[in-house]
């Protein structure tokens, strides 16, 4: 029997934003303007203007560019299916890094874009206020296993925040335990430790009033049961029913994002291709480093028409080797 061939779409989170993104998108596909201009009237302000024009320190905040990332990655996917319609391949899988997640939960079908927005901001807020109270930062180490870094943790007083590939880990913690972190890393033989541009320490225990805040912002939001499978960040599982998901967005803020766990129980799940669909290609580079035998494609806000012709071109390939080797089977 022919398997057909599985499809993940995968959505970044902060940290892949850039001024100018969605732009194309909002000039060229009525469909891509629809997201925004709804996202501004939700808002009540252009979060579009702020994507198009910056200021790029304005964009950066948590507050807002965890609503922008969102709103380019919702405009991308709805520009490659006014590009090729109903024959955009559909997911078998979604799943997004951080506040990626949000985003597949919006693709699946369990959260309406309006609500994700306003819960994305009101997260964002949180997020800063949580680190005004508790400031700290997070740093990506190269070149240690899971084990060491997580030996190091205990003694420095951080915590792992994200596992992102082999060999790229994230560390979350208060500025003097990062420091205490980075010496003791160093004497482990850590390749590079790299401080991430992020306003604290995220996913850890220093977004516990986040957390609070967030439980309660959740709690006024309705979801729906997912129409495709959603991969959590926490525990590398499916999320099947409104519950589950609220009790994941809760958890999320302060735990680990296990994003290479996730990528490979979707790969054991039979996932061959990943789609990344939003600006830049952070989560690509990650997946092609945690497994070099899967296929994978970016859908952007600059270069979209090439790369969803390129997407197309190679399912229809797929497609048609899939027809092939089932008549050669039948004729068996």
């Keep these: 029997m022919v398997k057909k061939e599985k499809v993940a779409y995968v959505f970044p989170g902060q940290g892949s934003q850039a001024v100018g993104m969605g732009l194309h998108l909002y000039t060229q596909f009525s469909s891509a303007r629809d997201v925004f201009d709804e996202v501004d009237q939700t808002l009540g302000f252009p979060l579009s203007r702020l994507?198009?024009?910056?200021?790029?320190?304005?964009?950066?905040?948590?507050?807002?560019?965890?609503?922008?990332?969102?709103?380019?990655?919702?405009?991308?996917?709805?520009?490659?299916?006014e590009i090729i319609g109903s024959s955009l391949p559909h997911p078998d899988f979604v799943a997004g890094h951080s506040l990626?997640?949000?985003?597949?939960?919006?693709?699946?079908?369990?959260?309406?874009?309006?609500?994700?927005?306003?819960?994305?901001?009101?997260?964002?807020?949180?997020?800063?206020?949580?680190?005004?109270?508790?400031p700290g930062g997070m740093v990506a180490v190269l070149g240690l296993d899971g084990k060491n870094?997580?030996?190091?943790?205990?003694?420095?007083?951080?915590?792992?925040?994200?596992?992102?590939?082999?060999?790229?880990?994230?560390v979350s913690g208060a500025d003097e335990k990062l420091?205490?972190?980075?010496?003791?890393?160093?004497?482990k033989g850590a390749r590079r430790i790299i401080r991430l541009k992020v306003s604290g320490a995220f996913h850890s225990r220093l977004m516990r009033p986040a957390a609070e805040g967030l439980k309660?912002?959740?709690?006024?939001?309705?979801?729906?049961?997912?129409?495709?499978?959603?991969?959590?960040?926490?525990?590398a599982d499916t999320l099947i029913d409104a519950e589950a998901i609220k009790e994941e967005l809760a958890d999320q803020i302060i735990r680990c994002v296990r994003w290479q766990a996730s990528v490979e129980n979707?790969?054991?799940?039979?996932?061959?291709?990943?789609?990344e669909i939003g600006h830049g290609q952070v989560l690509a580079d990650l997946i092609k480093r945690i497994n070099p035998a899967v296929s994978v494609l970016n859908i952007?806000?600059?270069?979209?028409?090439?790369?969803?012709?390129?997407?197309?071109?190679?399912?229809?390939?797929?497609?048609?080797?899939?027809?092939?080797?089932?008549?050669i089977q039948s004729e068996k």
């Design 300 to 327: 952007g806000d600059v270069d979209i028409e090439k790369q969803v012709e390129k997407w197309w071109t190679e399912h229809r390939r797929e497609h048609i080797k899939g027809l092939l080797e089932k008549v």
């Design 100 to 134: 990626g997640e949000y985003t597949a939960l919006v693709v699946a079908g369990a959260l309406r874009l309006s609500e994700a927005v306003r819960l994305v901001r009101e997260r964002g807020r949180l997020m800063n206020e949580a680190a005004a109270v508790g």
């Design 266 to 275: 979707m790969i054991a799940s039979g996932v061959t291709r990943f789609v």
């Design 149 to 170: 870094v997580g030996d190091i943790c205990s003694s420095a007083g951080t915590e792992i925040s994200n596992i992102n590939c082999p060999g790229q880990i994230v």
């Design 51 to 81: 994507c198009f024009e910056g200021p790029e320190d304005e964009l950066t905040q948590t507050i807002n560019v965890q609503p922008a990332m969102l709103t380019v990655s919702i405009a991308c996917l709805k520009a490659a299916e």
């Design 216 to 235: 309660r912002a959740i709690s006024g939001v309705t979801f729906g049961e997912p129409l495709v499978p959603v991969m959590a960040n926490v525990t």
């Design 179 to 187: 420091a205490e972190f980075k010496r003791l890393a160093e004497i």
